[in-house]
């Protein structure tokens, strides 16, 4: 009725993001953030799984009903900066992945979320392979590069 | 309802026997396996399954916080994809070490805890 919001977050830092007084963003990945409505964060509380939270642009029902379905985003300077070894998620895709010794296996073409953690699924000349994203397989992860180095058992890339 | 404590765990014979010969021989290598159903021992630590799950084969690297669960809990028959057009997810990844294990309870597939 006031114009409250569901949301379920997408963030490890929803706590962050939905501070009182933060600005998010609205529409898709892809359009120009300086473009994307504006939306300014009143207060935040945890509802069932996820977070509700009063918009100063969003006083009712209606306006709040505009917005179903829809993206947020925060700007990507504004997160928290990363730690030594992290990566984000949506980096990942496209990334070469390589054996220690240089040789190229492949580029991420997805990453599946299993229970144990995260899964690569690279793509080589002929079909795909599953990468798990453990620190017992995966050396390192070069954002500048964007390169993955794996060190597989023997076996997994057959 | 559980399985009876006299019976043990149920751990594919087949599949304990690579295991050990694996252990003996202190190799590691990916071990191809249909039998979800197999009991995760202390034996198993160390060693990569490749479990499969209907489709494909999923590898499973096996971890101490895994023993009693079964293979076929982390060989999930659904793989998630993510959000749809939710391709900047701020979710930090790190190969750690310390994966998570399903939620207790469910049967084919748990949330990560």
Redesign the interface.
């Known amino acids: 009725m006031r114009g409250e919001v569901l949301i379920e977050p997408?963030?490890?830092?929803p706590d962050a993001?939905y501070a009182s007084g933060r600005r998010v963003f609205g529409g898709?990945?892809e359009s120009p953030m300086d473009e994307a409505p504006t939306l300014t964060v009143i207060e935040t509380r945890p509802f069932k799984d996820g977070l509700l939270v009063r918009f100063e642009e969003i006083g009712d029902r209606t306006a709040a009903e505009l917005w179903n379905g829809r993206?947020l985003?925060?700007p990507?300077d504004e997160?928290t900066p990363?730690?030594e070894?992290?990566?984000?998620?949506?980096e990942?895709?496209g990334m070469t992945v390589e054996l220690s010794s240089g040789e190229v296996v492949g580029t991420v073409a997805?990453?599946?979320?299993?229970?144990?953690?995260?899964?690569l699924d690279v793509a080589r000349e002929r079909g795909t392979v599953?990468?798990?994203?453990?620190?017992?397989?995966?050396v390192?992860?070069d954002r500048a590069r964007r390169v993955v180095r794996i060190d597989p058992?023997?076996?997994?890339l057959? | 309802m559980g399985r009876s404590v006299k019976k043990g765990p149920f751990i594919q014979e087949s599949l304990m026997k690579r295991v050990r010969s694996m252990n003996d021989r202190n190799e590691k290598r990916v071990m191809k396996t249909w039998s979800r159903a197999s009991t995760i021992t202390p034996d198993f630590v160390g060693h990569t399954f490749a479990v499969h799950n209907g489709n494909k084969f999923i590898p499973v690297y096996v971890t101490e916080n895994m023993v009693g669960h079964r293979l076929g809990e982390f060989a999930p028959t659904r793989l998630f994809r993510g959000h749809t057009g939710a391709n900047k997810v701020d979710k930090k990844a790190t190969p750690s070490a310390t994966p998570a294990v399903p939620a207790p309870g469910g049967k084919g597939g748990g949330k990560p805890a």
């Open positions: 997408l963030t490890d830092e993001v898709t990945s993206l985003f925060v990507e997160l990363l730690g070894g992290e990566v984000y998620q949506h990942l895709k997805d990453v599946f979320e299993v229970p144990q953690g995260l899964l599953l990468v798990p994203f453990s620190g017992e397989i995966v390192d992860v058992p023997a076996g997994l057959e």
